[in-house]
């Protein structure tokens, strides 16, 4: 069957590249086009446009990148239709990916199936009638996220994490020690603190600097930055000190040897509580007053961070807007550091939030639910 896959940035790349080599263990004369990234061509299949021409965050970037943006749009729009792909796989990205799925349900007969939901029980609820209109199947990797459907009369597929997938697949031929680690890199044997600050130019912008200042309290660790794809290190060199590492493509090792994390909110906090790696959360933006109180009127969840959500309660601190201070990192930091009085706790409860999860085989579960599902449509289409 032919399969085109949409996603928007380098980590629905990674989970969308998952599913499609368990599409093909499903599927082996599977065909894929995608807008995607590296990893989607590694499997195989045409990419037609890379996700760094679509990865535009902020009113202002996308305004300013707004014809670029309807650009990439009408051509998909139209790539999709004139491929005619048995079904169209979306992965997240709903500023997009909601728009194309609406055209192409308006337009043609072909499935549309949605693998990671945006996050519209953060904001944007009213997107429900938009995904009930032109999505034909919700594949979920967050369990929470069933409940949430179910109040609005929509099922969808719980299939697990992928994120507990990579995590163990790389925990599984991974055997190095902490001093082959820091000599492979010429580092000191310092313990290290790892700095996850996203995977955009602007999320880097605005937390790593923060992140820099709060480090020089902490002299008796290194600091190492897990450099994002697609990030030249140029751009981080403005922010880092001469003190402060970084490493390109080793987000996993790092994680494997680390003894806390700074980390921007997103699928890294999942990955970092995997690794069990006791973590603050950060994420700064300007006008952080004003932010905060915004955050409290529009947000429909109490937190921002995956590993909170997932665990319905406070595991990890988050500093979050005006909350987001020297400070504050400082004192969040020093709390879970080997011997400070919520690092415990908090391993204790990544080992809860790793059962709530379940076991590793989501995107297996996804390829096989999606072939299923499809032909269940077909059968009733062609009835």
């Known amino acids: 069957m032919k399969y085109y896959l949409i996603v928007g940035e380098a980590s629905g790349d990674l989970h969308a590249s998952n599913l499609m080599r368990a599409l093909l263990a499903e599927d082996p004369k599977a065909e894929f086009r995608f807008f995607g990234g590296d990893l989607m061509r590694n499997v195989g299949g045409t990419c037609v446009r890379h996700y760094k021409s679509l990865a535009y965050m902020g009113f202002v970037p996308v305004l300013l990148h ?3 943006i309807l650009r990439n749009m009408d051509f998909c729009k139209s790539d999709v239709e004139a491929w ?45 009638k938009n995904i009930k209109r032109d999505v034909d199947g919700m ?21 697990g994490n992928p994120c507990v997938d990579a995590v163990a697949a790389f925990r599984k031929g991974y055997g190095e020690t902490f001093d082959e680690f820091v000599l492979s890199h ?31 309290s902490f002299p008796d660790y290194q600091f190492v930055v897990a450099g994002a794809p697609g990030i030249e290190p140029e751009f981080y060199r403005q922010y880092i000190d001469a003190d402060t590492e970084i490493v390109f493509g080793e987000t996993y090792r790092l994680l494997a040897h680390a003894t806390a994390a700074l980390v921007t909110s997103g699928t ?24 905060s109180l915004l955050r409290r009127v529009v947000l429909k969840v109490p937190f921002v961070s995956l590993v909170n959500l997932i665990a319905g309660k406070e595991v990890v601190t988050e500093l979050v807007a005006g909350d987001m ?35 590793a085989g989501a995107s297996e579960r996804a390829a096989t639910q999606m072939i299923e599902a499809l032909k269940a449509y077909k059968k009733k289409l062609y009835a």
């Open 66 to 68: 707004l014809r670029t």
């Open 84 to 128: 005619n792909p048995d079904v169209l796989i979306l992965v997240d990205y709903p500023g997009f990916n909601l728009k194309i799925a609406q055209y192409i349900k308006l337009h043609t007969q072909i499935p549309v199936f949605y693998y990671i939901s945006p996050k519209i029980w953060a904001w944007k609820e009213y997107r429900i």
């Open 139 to 159: 594949f979920s990797i967050l369990p929470f996220e069933v409940e949430f459907y179910r109040k609005h009369q929509y099922p969808i597929h719980y299939v």
């Open 186 to 216: 010429g580092w000191g044997k310092k313990p290290i603190i790892a700095l996850l600050a996203g995977s955009r130019r602007q999320e880097i912008k605005d937390n790593l600097q923060l992140m820099i200042r709060a480090s020089r």
């Open 268 to 291: 890294a906090t999942l990955e970092t509580a995997l690794f069990r790696v006791p973590q603050v959360v950060c994420y700064y933006t300007a006008a952080g007053k004003l932010v």
């Open 325 to 359: 201070r020297v400070g504050t990192i400082v004192r969040g930091l020093s709390l879970i550091l080997p011997g400070g009085k919520e690092r415990g706790r908090m391993l204790d409860d990544y080992n809860r939030l790793i059962q709530v999860l379940g076991e």
